[in-house]
């Protein structure tokens, strides 16, 4: 979706190194969201946002740490990449209510 | 703690038939019910959302229903093509302002 990008899209990365994520939206939604997909577990969610420097943690939060310091960049970080990071990572965007969820195109990131 | 099942995992059809995707959730007390379509390495596309007032949805050839009382929506898709083939998600909002995933349908519709 164009409203909503994700960089970087493909990224290897070292155990023990911090790799930092970032989304990007267009659309002024006040919510955004990290969810991180992985085989048998579906899509879940590591932490979400619902203001500037407004965090809250989600279902599988350890390990990760997130800012939002503008209304249209949320970032997730890992401190200390570990193996079991490795996954595919989306974000998604929202107004809230009853208004739907928009999510980017996902970062799939490979920890080794 | 909303759990949301998608029955069932993988589904195989011929061309030109009519399906259903069935999703249930344990927690009635829902904002919107929203369904997605994953191709293979892609992102969510969002296909239909459903608020919580209303019984159904209908795009082209997709018609999604909700019953709140019993946990329960499909989506319904007519003439399958091959084009369809696609994994399936259905995704709950409690609170409006997070979304619980079913596990998928993984359909394939073959010419």
């Known amino acids: 979706d164009a409203g909503i990008t994700q960089s970087p899209r493909h990224k290897v990365t070292e155990t023990g190194t911090p790799v930092t994520l970032r989304c990007h939206q267009t659309?002024?939604?006040?919510?955004m969201y990290w969810y991180r997909q992985d085989p048998g577990h579906g899509l879940r969610l590591i932490h979400y946002?619902?203001?500037?420097?407004?965090?809250d943690k989600g279902e599988v939060s350890d390990g990760y740490s997130v800012s939002r310091s503008k209304t249209e960049d949320f970032l997730l970080t890992l401190e200390s990449a570990t193996s079991s990071q490795t996954s595919v990572y989306f974000c998604?965007?929202?107004?809230?209510?009853?208004?739907?969820?928009?999510f980017g195109s996902g970062t799939r990131l490979t920890v080794v | 703690k909303q759990e949301v099942t998608q029955i069932p995992a993988a589904l195989s059809v011929p061309e030109g038939e009519n399906l259903v995707l069935n999703c249930s959730f344990t927690d009635s007390a829902i904002y919107n019910l929203q369904w997605f379509r994953q191709d293979p390495g892609k992102g969510l596309t969002s296909l239909l959302l459903?608020?919580?007032?209303?019984r159904e949805q209908t795009s082209g050839r997709l018609n999604a229903s909700l019953d709140k009382s019993s946990g329960r929506s499909t989506l319904y898709i007519a003439a399958s093509q091959p084009g369809d083939s696609a994994t399936y998600l259905c995704a709950v909002d409690n609170a409006g302002n997070m979304l619980t995933f079913g596990g998928g349908t993984r359909l394939m519709v073959k010419p």
């Open positions: 946002s619902y203001g500037v420097k407004d965090t």
């Open positions: 459903i608020q919580s007032s209303q």
């Open positions: 659309e002024n939604h006040r919510y």
């Open positions: 998604a965007i929202s107004e809230g209510g009853h208004y739907g969820y928009t």
